[in-house]
Nanobody
C-alpha cells in the first residue's frame, strides 16, 4: 500500500496557476503509475492526468490538454500537477492515486490521497 498526501490547493483567480504536489510513502514509489482525478460539487469524480512509473508516458483528459502538466520526481517520491490557465470550471477537490498499471480508469487505482481543494474565481 502507498500512502498519498496532496498539497498545493487553494483559491486562485481565473487565468492563474497552481502547482499541486502528492507525496508518497510506503511501498516503492517508482513501481507505480500515478494519476490525478478531480471531483466537483455535485459531480462524479473524473480523470485529469496520469503518468507512467518512469515519467515517459503521460495521459491527459481533453479538457486539460495544453493547460495542465503532470510530472514526477521519483527521488522525492512526489508527483506534481502544474495547472495553468485555470478556469472556474476547474474548481474541484483534486486527488492523486497510485496504480500498478498506467490507466485513466478509477477502479484500477487502489491507493488514494485525501484530496486538496482548488477553487477558481472569476
Amino acid at each position: 500500500q502507498v500512502q498519498l498526501v496532496e498539497s498545493g490547493g487553494g483559491l486562485v483567480q481565473a487565468g492563474g496557476s497552481l502547482r499541486l504536489s502528492c507525496a508518497a510513502s510506503g511501498r516503492t514509489f517508482s513501481n507505480y503509475a500515478m494519476a490525478w482525478f478531480r471531483q466537483a460539487p455535485g459531480k462524479e469524480r473524473e480523470f485529469v492526468a496520469a503518468i507512467s512509473w518512469s515519467g515517459d508516458t503521460k495521459y491527459y483528459a481533453d479538457f486539460v490538454k495544453g493547460r495542465f502538466t503532470v510530472s514526477r520526481d521519483n527521488a522525492k517520491n512526489t508527483v506534481y500537477l502544474q495547472m495553468n490557465g485555470l478556469k472556474p470550471e476547474d474548481t474541484a477537490v483534486y486527488y492523486c492515486a497510485a496504480s500498478d498499471v498506467l490507466a485513466s480508469t478509477q477502479n484500477l487505482f487502489r491507493d488514494w490521497g485525501q484530496g486538496t481543494q482548488v477553487t477558481v474565481s472569476l
